[in-house]
């Protein structure tokens, strides 16, 4: 059956499609969703397509906006376009598809348009966007199952050899289907699996003469082949480190079939562990981008979270552990303020010096100045190490990002006193430390 990625061609390039694909745990077919677009795969029109509304262009700066489809119609794709194709910006494009754990497709009415700079971690005002609308009565496949999921959380073992990776997935896949496919692109399944995602027949809603639709939809481009030098596969092909949002996978368009039926990613939320495990619908070539608040095990209302770890079935890659004997990356802290989600700000103190300096008993030693970046509301403080830990001595006083230490006095000839700059973390910053200036007294003269 043709993808819906490939429902039609179109003279732009490429895009990246925001995936709700057939997650475990759950029901994933609604009326309404929100897409972000984190991609560009090359697109070199400056523009969007025009689809079916032609380009809309928001009122003012907006950063987030909400379209809602006409009564009857659903959403199958749309573009929306901030900065430019120079900027590594422009146009992209989102495949709106989403499917439930028993094999149906069907598209959402309203979608919420946002765009996200990764490079720069900030979300762009929208330029203009346009939207692919659909008849939704000839939109959605039926079928039957029964899903059987499973909760343990993904094991996996590691490895940077050539060979195909080898894992544990959080689902075993039994399938056993047999279908009667009609012209009107219903589809009757029976089917026996664990919670894995059954391809089913859905109406082409390009080649569909009801929608009175003209505009063709954008074509995925298959991205590079990952290949080793003797030809072969590469199974060491790496893809970027998740957000606070989502998790994007550039698929190689060489990918082995049947390598593309796992997703997993975990994050901490309260000290509690979750994996969301997703399953495509077929065996991509373009880039896919996997969105946390689409699954149904998403915890919802959750505020901060960490992205510690994920695993891309048909890659040896993974964010969180050890890859070719690298450094284990951090895992993402993240915090949602107004509805948005992003990595919380890293506090910092610069230029706090913390050489030794000798002073005489009953002076202080020489006030300092430094410069503080994303401690909000939290205070910054001078500490004091004492025999019961580090006390504090003083709170110092901040504008527009810079402050002056002044110590105490010192009046024990022969002690060496510790002090150091802290603030507390908050629901927005990391919080910070600085490193500890050591102050030795002495006797006068």
């Known amino acids: 059956m043709p993808r819906t990625a490939r429902r039609a061609a179109t003279a732009a390039a490429s895009a990246t499609t925001a995936v709700a694909l057939v997650a475990a745990g759950g029901l994933l077919l609604s009326s309404g969703g929100t897409a972000w677009a984190t991609g560009n795969d090359g697109v070199q029109d400056q523009v969007c397509a025009d689809l079916s509304t032609g380009k809309i262009t928001p009122s003012g700066s907006q950063t987030s906006v909400t379209y809602t489809a006409p009564a009857g119609k659903v959403i199958t794709s749309y573009c929306v376009k901030a900065g430019s194709v120079n900027q590594g910006l422009g146009p992209r494009y989102v495949d709106t598809a989403v499917t439930d754990g028993s094999g149906a497709v069907a598209y959402p009415s309203t979608i919420t348009l946002t765009y996200y700079d990764a490079d720069k971690s900030t979300w762009k005002a929208i330029s203009h966007y346009s939207v692919q609308l659909a008849d939704a009565s000839t939109t959605t496949s039926t079928a039957t199952a029964t899903a ?235 500490q004091r190490r004492t025999a019961a830990g580090w006390v504090k001595v003083s709170t110092v006083t901040r504008a527009d990002g810079k402050a002056t230490v002044r110590f105490p006095k010192l009046r024990k000839a022969g002690s060496t006193v510790r002090f150091r700059l802290a603030a507390a973390g908050s629901s927005l910053a990391t919080g910070t430390r600085s490193d500890v200036l050591k102050v030795r007294v002495v006797r006068h003269g």
């Not at 059987?148 to 993904?154: K, L, V």
């Not at 009757?188 to 003469?209: L, R, V």
């Not at 063709?216 to 290949?227: G, I, L, R, S, V």
């Not at 700000?345 to 050489?355: H, I, L, Q």
């Open 148 to 382: 059987t999921t499973s909760t343990a959380a993904p094991t996996a073992t590691a490895t940077t050899s050539t060979a195909a990776p080898t894992a544990t997935e959080t689902a075993t896949a039994t399938e056993t289907a047999t279908a009667t496919e009609t012209a009107t692109a219903t589809e009757t399944a029976t089917a026996t699996e664990t919670a894995t995602a059954t391809e089913t027949a859905t109406a082409d809603p390009s080649e569909s003469e009801s929608t009175g639709d003209t505009t063709d939809t954008p074509e995925f481009t298959p991205n590079d082949p990952a290949t080793n030098p003797d030809g072969s596969f590469d199974w060491n092909w790496t893809y970027p480190d998740p957000t606070c949002t989502s998790l994007t996978v550039p698929y190689p368009s060489n990918l082995p079939a049947g390598q593309t039926t796992d997703v997993n990613v975990r994050v901490v939320v309260d000290g509690t562990p979750v994996t969301m495990n997703w399953h495509s619908v077929n065996d991509p070539d373009h880039t896919l981008t996997f969105q946390y608040d689409q699954h149904p095990g998403w915890p919802s209302g959750a505020t901060e979270y960490q992205v510690e770890w994920t695993q891309v079935g048909g890659s040896n890659y993974h964010f969180g552990e050890s890859f070719h004997n690298a450094a284990i990356a951090d895992p993402i802290d993240c915090v949602v303020t107004d509805g948005v989600a992003e990595p919380r700000a890293v506090s910092a103190v610069k230029g706090f010096s913390t050489r030794t300096v000798t002073v005489a008993a009953g002076t202080r030693a020489t006030a300092d100045t430094v410069r503080t970046d994303s401690l909000y509301s939290s205070p910054l403080e001078l």
